[in-house]
């Protein structure tokens, strides 16, 4: 099947633009979005940005999806998923791209004001507590989910983020298989 050349092109410029909206936001946090940024950002019109997404609360939802899929992707694992595993990867994944998890943090309380980002704003957390600690439930599985979090968070914070030895340590205190 081919695809329609206005139908790819349209696609890439969507995803031109949610790119620069997680840069915009990383550089200037939620109060520096606009389409005129945006368009700045990614080097197009600003017609091609409003064109696309309609209004700002679509382009924060496409790219709090974009953020969600990223981090589902980096957390999804063909290996046994361990303690060791998990703090491993948060420790790099934090490190690596600290840009993508300040725009996705900027946009995760966003979606404390804004109904419509809530279930994008669980679905990362869910991917993790699914991976690694799928026996979980009810307030234990809340409990892991928010000491992921924190940790998360706690990260960005920090002047040297924490390692990986450190992460498990934390986890550790947390989780109940350890």
């Avoid at 980096?74 to 998923?81: I, K, N, Q, S, V």
Wanted: glycine content about 6%; aromatic content about 8%.
């Amino acid at each position: 099947m081919t695809t329609d050349g206005r139908k790819a092109r349209g696609e890439a410029r969507r995803r031109q633009l949610v790119e620069a909206t997680l840069a915009v936001i990383e550089r200037d946090g939620l109060a520096g979005l606009t389409h005129r940024a945006v368009a700045e950002q990614a080097g197009v019109p600003l017609a091609s940005a409003s064109y696309h997404f309609a209004s700002l609360d679509a382009l924060a939802m496409t790219a709090f999806d974009h953020v969600t899929d990223e981090l589902a992707v980096a957390f999804g694992t063909e290996d046994e998923p361990t303690l060791a595993l998990l703090a491993a990867v948060l420790a790099d994944e934090v490190e690596q791209r600290p840009g993508l998890w300040l725009a996705g943090y900027e946009l995760y309380l966003l979606a404390i004001r804004n109904p419509e980002l809530r279930a994008g704003a669980w679905r990362w957390m869910e991917v993790i507590a699914d991976t690694f600690a799928p026996d979980l439930t009810g307030p234990q599985r809340q409990a892991f989910q928010a000491t992921v979090e924190g940790i998360c968070l706690h990260t960005l914070l920090r002047e040297e983020p924490y390692s990986a030895s450190e992460i498990e340590t934390l986890l550790a205190l947390s989780w109940p298989r350890a």
